[in-house]
T-cell receptor, first 114, second 113 residues
Framework: DTEVTQTPKHLVMGMTNKKSLKCEQH?????MYWYKQKAKKPPELMFV???????INESVPSRFSPECPNSSLLNLHLHALQPEDSALYLC?????????????FGEGSRLTVL | GENVEQHPSTLSVQEGDSAVIKCTYS??????FPWYKQELGKGPQLIID?????GEKKDQRIAVTLNKTAKHFSLHITETQPEDSAVYFC????????????FGKGITLSVRP
């Protein structure tokens, strides 16, 4: 069982909707990540929060807005998405405070944009 | 930036046989090499890793080897079982602030019962 919990597991939204993906970890990890994964592709980094501060933004469109309310929680706010944004969105955490290669992933939130 | 190549893209083995997955990397600054297993409908799971000061590491049926000179590393699974069927991603991580983990394209391993 993963110790990184993501909700919801599935989300269907229209292009005009506003929704949020949520991620929680209670391992005391210092960094949290959002990745996007398309079918049969590796995960692609979107954002990294290190000690609750945004440290990496991989030039992600502004329709994706991350938020880190505290060291255990990570949100991804979605607005005015496009059908090509449909993907599996993975949250991860690492014990190391900075970017790390040793990641603990959640099960993901599968997003479908109609 | 780093480039990680992973070959082949699919691999099918008979249960009980061994499986070897090979990866190459380009950035000599990379010093951490994790392997992730992703089962259908789940997130990737770190199964084994190796650092650049080590040539080989073993954990029960899985092992990883690293050749820094040739810039390649491999995952070895012995006595394969059907539950080993999954997508496996190799990755490389360099030192430095704001370093990013670079994944290979992934290989789909199928273990035939």
């Amino acid at each position: 069982d993963t110790e990184v919990t993501q909700t919801p597991k599935h989300l269907v939204m229209g292009m005009t909707n506003k929704k949020s993906l949520k991620c929680e970890q209670h391992m005391g990890h210092r960094a949290m990540y959002w990745y996007k994964q398309k079918a049969k592709k590796p995960p692609e980094l979107m954002f990294v929060y290190s000690y609750e501060k945004l440290s990496i933004n991989e030039s992600v469109p502004s329709r994706f807005s991350p938020e880190c309310p505290n060291s255990s929680l990570l949100n991804l706010h979605l607005h005015a998405l496009q059908p090509e944004d449909s993907a599996l969105y993975l949250c991860a955490s690492s014990q190391a405070g900075g970017p790390s290669g040793e990641l603990f992933f959640g099960e993901g939130s599968r997003l479908t944009v109609l | 930036g780093e480039n990680v190549e992973q070959h082949p893209s699919t691999l099918s083995v008979q249960e009980g046989d061994s499986a070897v997955i090979k990866c190459t990397y380009s950035d000599s600054a990379s010093n951490y090499f994790p392997w992730y297993k992703q089962e259908l409908g789940k997130g990737p799971q770190l199964i084994i890793d190796i650092r650049s000061n080590v040539g080989e590491k073993k954990d029960q049926r899985i092992a990883v080897t690293l050749n820094k000179t040739a810039k390649h590393f491999s995952l070895h699974i012995t006595e394969t079982q059907p539950e080993d069927s999954a997508v496996y991603f190799c990755a490389a991580f360099p030192t430095g602030a704001n370093s990013k983990l670079t994944f290979g394209k992934g290989i789909t391993l199928s273990v035939r019962p």
